[in-house]
């Protein structure tokens, strides 16, 4: 489901000197190499506001489903940068958006202290 509705827009993961290359580039005034923030970062930050399984899984298909600023939990600059993303939830099942909701939640497990202590922003 990652590879079919997520990945040409999130990579899973970047390493801190992908990080520091892209926030050069972005200073620099040019886009990053992907249209929105890494699917590790976006874990870790969810669950900084949704920390259970459950909060998390609804927050997610809600929010893949009916995006906005209002409700999302990015940094300002993720949005500055990304804007708000399109709503691809509304093409997919409910089954597929728990899924890849539950699959978000359980393949990264860094919490974002770590997440920023390791890529500081």
Request: proline share 9%; aromatic share 14%.
């Amino acid at each position: 489901i990652y590879q079919n509705n997520c990945s040409m827009c999130h990579w899973e993961t970047v390493s801190p000197e992908q990080i520091r290359d892209i926030r050069k580039m972005v200073k620099e005034g040019k886009k990053p190499p992907f249209k929105a923030p890494p699917m590790s970062e976006v874990s870790a930050r969810v669950k900084k506001f949704y920390p259970s399984e459950r909060e998390f899984v609804n927050f997610v298909k809600d929010y893949i489903t009916n995006p906005s600023k209002d409700k999302g939990v990015c940094l300002p600059m993720a949005y500055k940068i990304f804007g708000v993303m399109p709503p691809v939830g509304k093409n997919m099942s409910e089954d597929s958006k728990e899924a890849v909701a539950k699959w978000l939640y359980y393949r990264f497990k860094m919490s974002w202290e770590e997440f920023m202590e390791k890529h500081p922003h």
